[in-house]
């Protein structure tokens, strides 16, 4: 019991440290990107227990926590060709679940390297007002979607509702979500999403083809 009490106040009291090895350029990465990275793990006794060298870099959706905290706290703000070194406690880690060759309530070392950042483009057409769309926003969305050659798809518009959509929530394409990621009541912003963010190679029923980039007409109807 002692000995459980002595390992979480170690926990709590050891922070997460972030250093910049190599600033990149372009845009820094945020919440809903995808981006893509080069990783070396190792144990604070020296020992790696994992490493994407050799192999396929890593590609994973930042901010909705589909790797540990500290990997989402750390890459964000990393810029394309930038490197990094994390130093992630337990409680932003694995915490008190060994896995595989890493112990229980570890420490881990991150060196990592951004390769690629994926986003959505966006222009904005109407400005808006109040407070930005977060992640974890419930935002109310008027749409209209449309190939890149002008056909119409499918439009809120039409059926006379916005849809709703929280942000992070993963209820809607990835693009679509990152269109939204910013916007204020009101606004309205013209977003080009490529098909590695949208339908993919699969397509969506029958009506948008597979490869096919999509534009939407966003308008922020409800910001919460």
Avoid: C
């Amino acid at each position: 019991m002692l000995a459980t009490v002595a390992a979480i106040a170690m926990m709590s009291a050891e922070k997460m440290v972030v250093k910049d090895i190599k600033v990149g350029s372009g845009q820094a990465a945020q919440a809903l990107d995808f981006v893509v990275v080069d990783y070396t793990g190792t144990l604070t006794n020296g020992k790696k227990f994992d490493s994407s060298i050799g192999r396929a870099p890593f590609r994973f959706r930042l901010g909705v926590g589909q790797v540990i905290e500290g990997w989402d706290k750390g890459v964000a703000g990393m810029k394309v060709g930038g490197k990094r070194s994390l130093r992630i406690p337990p409680e932003m880690g694995y915490r008190d679940q060994a896995q595989g060759d890493i112990p229980a309530n570890s420490t881990l070392l991150f060196d990592v390297t951004l390769k690629a950042i994926e986003r959505a483009t966006f222009k904005v057409t109407k400005k808006g007002s109040g407070p930005a769309a977060v992640v974890g926003s419930d935002v109310k969305i008027h749409y209209k979607g449309t190939l890149k050659g002008g056909k119409q798809f499918d439009s809120s518009y039409t059926r006379g509702e916005p849809i709703a959509v929280k942000l992070g929530a993963q209820q809607v394409i990835p693009g679509f979500e990152q269109g939204i990621l910013g916007m204020r009541k009101g606004e309205k912003r013209t977003v080009t999403i490529p098909p590695t963010l949208g339908y993919g190679s699969q397509g969506a029923g029958g009506v948008i083809p597979p490869d096919a980039t999509l534009v939407f007409e966003l308008e922020a109807v409800e910001i919460k």
